[in-house]
Each structure stands twice: as structure tokens, then as C-alpha cells.
T-cell receptor
Framework: GDSVTQMEGPVTLSEEAFLTINCTYT??????LFWYVQYPGEGLQLLLK?????DKGSNKGFEATYRKETTSFHLEKGSVQVSDSAVYFC????????????FGKGTKLTVNP | GAGVSQSPRYKVTKRGQDVALRCDPI?????LYWYRQALGQGPEFLTY????????KSGLPNDRFSAERPEGSISTLTIQRTEQRDSAMYRC????????????FGPGTRLTVL
């Protein structure tokens, strides 16, 4: 079945450091890909998405490019802030049927001042 | 506008009791999803509704779990004869239609079974 594998955490960075969180997927067809973020004490929020190969999703300085050849959707940010501290989830939306989301396990990011 | 709401936010129950978790989707959203998230894991799909019809319940772990959405709006997830392994965060999401990419999540219900 469809699955998502993302980088194990936790990740600890200093403010203004470069961030990469790796995400790879296994799926039939051409799923849409997402990054969701969960800030402390809050629910899941959509951070960015990409719906087809070579699409780049971006939001709040974060970017991820849909790479079909490597089945990857790595999350990057050039300069992280303390306020970026959260848990990040990579997900795919299955094609056909209920089109449910399949999530990775999440990566906890802590950014220190 | 109002987002997805869930109630209660926290539920503590004793093993063997039944619990009902409620989800109120964004107004007008046709599709509604239930997910369960164990500590340190990503959410896992439980079931899906399109309007009032339960289209997919393949993720429900056993027959103690059921869900309904009788009028195509509010949904209830019921767990009968709760067990400790049912302890988790239960999340609801809604989207405009099934084919719309973005699912909007509620704050979740944290269920603890003692």
C-alpha cells in the first residue's frame, strides 16, 4: 500500500540555520503531496502542497519540490526562526477511492535562539 | 469563518465504557474524515464520509469502532467497550469535496482509557 517515510527526529537547530527534512513516498499513480505542521498545543495545519511532478510548494519561507524520479518531497527553509519549532508531517493523498491522507511519523523541530 | 471543531477536547474514561466523539466540519464541506494518532506517530485513517454516506471504513480497527454522519454535517465516532490500546488523539478533517486536495483538521480529541 501507499506509504510515507520521513526523517527521524528530533532535529535541533540554531536560529537562522538551514533546514532540510527528508520525505520519500511509495504510491501507485501520481499522488498529491503535502507538508502539515503542528505547533505546540495546536492542531494540524497545512503548510504547503504539490499536486504533480516538478511542482514546488511554498509557504512562510518553506519550500518542497515534488520529485517523481526520486519519489521525494523534501522540506527546506533557508533560515529558521524560533517560531518554526513544531512537528512536521509529510503526507500523500491517495488516488481513487476515499483519497485519504497517508502520513509519515512526523519530525519534531526545535529552534534555539 | 469557523474551522473544524471537535468535542470534547479531552476525554478520560474507564476500560469497558463507551465513548462518543463529535466532529463539526466547516460549513458546506461535503467530505469528512476521521484519523487516529498515537503518540509519536502520524495520523492514521479510520473512515470517510461523503455527505451522509460512509464511503470507506477500511481503517476502523475492529467492530467496536463505528461512525455516523446522519444529516451530512456533524459526525460522531463511537468506541464501545473501550480498551487501553484505544488511547490516542482522534482527529477529524473536512474538505470541500472528495477530490479537493486540502483537508482541514480540527483540534482533536485526546482520549485516555484507564
Amino acid at each position: 500500500g501507499d506509504s510515507v517515510t520521513q526523517m527521524e527526529g528530533p532535529v535541533t537547530l540554531s536560529e537562522e540555520a538551514f533546514l532540510t527534512i527528508n520525505c520519500t513516498y511509495t504510491a501507485t499513480g501520481y499522488p498529491s503531496l503535502f507538508w502539515y505542521v503542528q505547533y505546540p498545543g495546536e492542531g494540524l495545519q497545512l503548510l504547503l502542497k504539490a499536486t504533480k511532478a516538478d511542482d514546488k510548494g511554498s509557504n512562510k519561507g518553506f519550500e518542497a519540490t515534488y520529485r517523481k524520479e526520486t519519489t521525494s518531497f523534501h522540506l527546506e527553509k533557508g533560515s529558521v526562526q524560533v517560531s518554526d519549532s513544531a512537528v512536521y508531517f509529510c503526507a500523500l493523498r491517495t488516488q481513487g477511492g476515499s483519497e485519504k491522507l497517508v502520513f509519515g511519523k512526523g519530525t519534531k523541530l526545535t529552534v534555539n535562539p | 469563518g469557523a474551522g473544524v471543531s471537535q468535542s470534547p477536547r479531552y476525554k478520560v474514561t474507564k476500560r469497558g465504557q463507551d465513548v462518543a466523539l463529535r466532529c463539526d466540519p466547516i460549513s458546506g464541506h461535503v467530505s469528512l474524515y476521521w484519523y487516529r494518532q498515537a503518540l509519536g506517530q502520524g495520523p492514521e485513517f479510520l473512515t470517510y464520509f461523503n455527505y451522509e454516506a460512509q464511503q470507506d471504513k477500511s481503517g476502523l480497527p475492529n467492530d467496536r469502532f463505528s461512525a455516523e454522519r446522519p444529516e451530512g454535517s456533524i459526525s460522531t465516532l463511537t468506541i464501545q467497550r473501550t480498551e487501553q490500546r484505544d488511547s490516542a488523539m482522534y482527529r477529524c478533517a473536512s474538505s470541500t469535496t472528495r477530490s479537493t486536495d486540502t483537508q482541514y483538521f480540527g483540534p482533536g480529541t485526546r482520549l485516555t482509557v484507564l
